[in-house]
């Protein structure tokens, strides 16, 4: 499906094509490989400003070594939300890997199918309505988003028709996409001293 | 509710409890300044390597100006899944935003009852099976996470069940923790050329 030539780095849109293929073939040889596990751990700092820690992973067999520090990424509320700004909200992090989630589907797919992307942006939107997590809804008002927009701009060598046909695989494929959208169970488990 | 005391500094656990009391009271009496709405932008970079820009939002009846610079995310995949290294994955950072968001609701509930914390941490775990995102599944296999196990540590001066409590009621309050749970509606629209 790729037009890359051996000639030329074998990425397209920096996608290391022949690699991608050929992880797939493996995952299609060996199944349980697929399985994963992702984690954060988070430290309340102050206030409502908290960080957390990313870095080990579980997948492909075994326990992944390749990140040689910690990513770090704190949260915080704005004054108007009694915080302190240090960093934004939760539920606008949400919005981050809900865009970049789809993102990278769509230069994945796009690699696969020969497409040369030139730009994809998009803008994300969350409706809230503070009455539910405040408590003071008679609980018709939720606590989280009451919808979220994605808007793409994608632009790439491909008729238009073809790029509208990455984001809407993207969205078949997200993993993002899908708990937002359909949820999944949380557990929560508490060591209180 | 609050023993804060008002010789000394009107905090609690960072949580400045006065001007959260007020807070609701505003609310209350003007429901609906607390219709807000959050917003990321993403650009892509390279391969699955994206970015995200927060800062903007509308709440309290107005845009907000209080942040004085962008706040700036990368998500990228490990190279076990061709991606670049450079940041954690989208899916990843759903964890950060679960966690941080159940902490800062532990941390203002704690402060509104008067209870002094010492110490929350919590890891994520969330496992998912990549057959689904890789299209390898015969539809069994959902995209995204299969569950999501959160694991607090909370220290504090209070009876261990009044500590468990915290997390139970910012279970049932927090913004994330409801849409990762229950979904919520996602519309995407493309502007392709």
Redesign the interface.
């Known amino acids: 499906m790729t037009t890359s030539t051996t000639q030329e780095r074998p990425?397209r849109?920096?996608?290391?094509v022949p690699?991608?293929f050929a992880?797939?073939n493996v995952?299609?040889a060996q199944?349980e490989i697929?399985?994963?596990?992702?984690?954060?751990?988070?430290?309340?700092?102050?206030?409502?400003?908290?960080r957390?820690t990313?870095r080990g992973?579980y997948?492909?067999g075994q326990e992944?070594t390749?990140?040689d520090q910690d990513?770090s990424?704190d949260?915080?509320?704005?004054?108007?939300?009694?915080?302190?700004?240090n960093?934004?909200?939760?539920?606008?992090?949400?919005?981050?890997?809900?865009?970049?989630?789809?993102?990278?589907?769509?230069?994945?797919i796009a690699s696969a199918r020969g497409i040369t992307?030139h730009?994809?942006?998009?803008?994300?939107?969350?409706?809230?309505?503070?009455?539910?997590?405040?408590?003071?809804s008679d609980g018709t008002v939720?606590?989280?988003?009451?919808?979220?927009?994605?808007?793409?701009?994608?632009?790439g060598d491909a008729p238009?028709?073809q790029?509208?046909e990455l984001?809407q695989q993207s969205?078949?494929?997200?993993?993002?996409?899908?708990?937002?959208?359909?949820?999944?169970?949380?557990?929560?488990?508490?060591?209180?001293?």
């Open positions: 990425a849109n920096g996608v290391d690699t991608l992880t797939l995952v299609k199944p697929a399985k994963f596990q992702f984690r954060a751990s988070n430290q309340w700092i102050s206030g409502v400003h908290s957390s990313i992973f997948g492909a992944d390749s990140r990513f990424y949260a915080d509320h704005p004054a108007v939300l009694v915080g302190g700004n960093a934004p909200t939760p539920a606008e992090f949400l919005l981050h890997a809900l865009a970049a989630c789809l993102t990278a589907g769509i230069a994945n992307l730009e994809v942006t998009s803008t994300v939107e969350g409706d809230i309505d503070l009455l539910g997590i405040l408590g003071l939720r606590n989280g988003y009451e919808g979220i927009r994605v808007h793409f701009t994608v632009k238009e028709e790029l509208k984001v969205q078949r494929r997200s993993a993002v996409y899908d708990v937002v959208t359909n949820g999944v169970p949380v557990s929560i488990d508490v060591n209180a001293a």
